[in-house]
């Protein structure tokens, strides 16, 4: 077998299937497609274009998770857009002490998949209905609707990751339950049309990104809790 690969074979691994949550909108869109073209065909093209992005946004590709203990990982895909020392908030139920806050914003042309930073058990999983700010707004944390849930792993330790609602986003979905156990990398939500996920580190983690770095979630490592590095410094070039 040849080890070359043709450009059918370059474009199959550049798809990712959709997510089962897709579906629905996927055939939405398809139906209007089909109305549109019978009633005026320039108007079914644009329903073609407004449905091969519904298919883009629900993409859900697969990711290659490192496994080794102390690593947490990114749970979506986007900028880093905030990195800061703050008190979580009180509904996380994490105590006072201040922790590091990762904040990664998804523009509309990302993944909205969101994978569990680290594994362990869900042990808690709260809703707070709020605003629809702009989402990388520092404020969006308190002031906008969102969804957390906190993962306990089985040494004790504790992170959270928020999922915030932004301008366009109206929805946020969530697989997990409290109680339930979970793996690192593996699928735990989802925000559609845009939005923000925050971490909140364990007390004393060093973040291990940087503001406006780009995240690839599942993959990308916030945080190495065996590690004796400092907060990294960065630069773009």
């Given at each position: 077998m040849s080890d070359r690969h043709s450009l059918l074979d370059t474009i199959t691994d550049t798809l990712a299937p959709v997510h089962r949550d897709g579906h629905k909108f996927v055939a939405i869109g398809l139906i209007a497609t089909l109305v549109f073209f019978f009633v005026w065909p320039p108007l079914g093209w644009i329903g073609a274009l407004i449905t091969?992005?519904?298919i883009y946004f629900f993409r859900d590709p697969d990711r290659v998770t490192p496994l080794r203990d102390g690593l947490i990982v990114a749970p979506a895909d986007g900028r880093v857009s905030l990195i800061e020392k703050v008190?979580?908030?009180?509904?996380?139920?994490?105590?006072?002490?201040?922790?590091?806050?990762?904040?990664?914003?998804?523009?509309?042309f990302d993944v909205h998949i969101q994978r569990a930073p680290l594994a362990g058990r869900i042990a808690r999983s709260i809703y707070v209905p709020g605003a629809f700010l702009n989402a990388e707004l520092d404020k969006a944390s308190e002031?906008?609707?969102?969804?957390t849930i906190v993962i306990e792993t089985a040494s004790g330790l504790s992170v959270a990751v928020v999922q915030i609602a932004g301008l366009v986003a109206r929805r946020i979905v969530t697989f997990v339950a409290e109680g339930d156990s979970i793996g690192v990398g593996e699928r735990f939500g989802l925000i559609r049309f845009g939005s923000r996920v925050d971490t909140y580190l364990p007390p004393g983690a060093f973040?291990?990104?940087?503001?406006?770095?780009?995240a690839i979630g599942g993959e990308t490592v916030l945080a190495d809790l065996r590690s004796v590095e400092p907060e990294r410094e960065a630069r773009r070039h």
């Open positions: 091969a992005w519904i008190r979580p908030p009180i509904e996380l139920g994490l105590g006072e002490e201040e922790r590091v806050r990762v904040s990664i914003f998804l523009s509309v002031e906008n609707e969102r969804r973040p291990a990104v940087a503001v406006g770095q780009r």
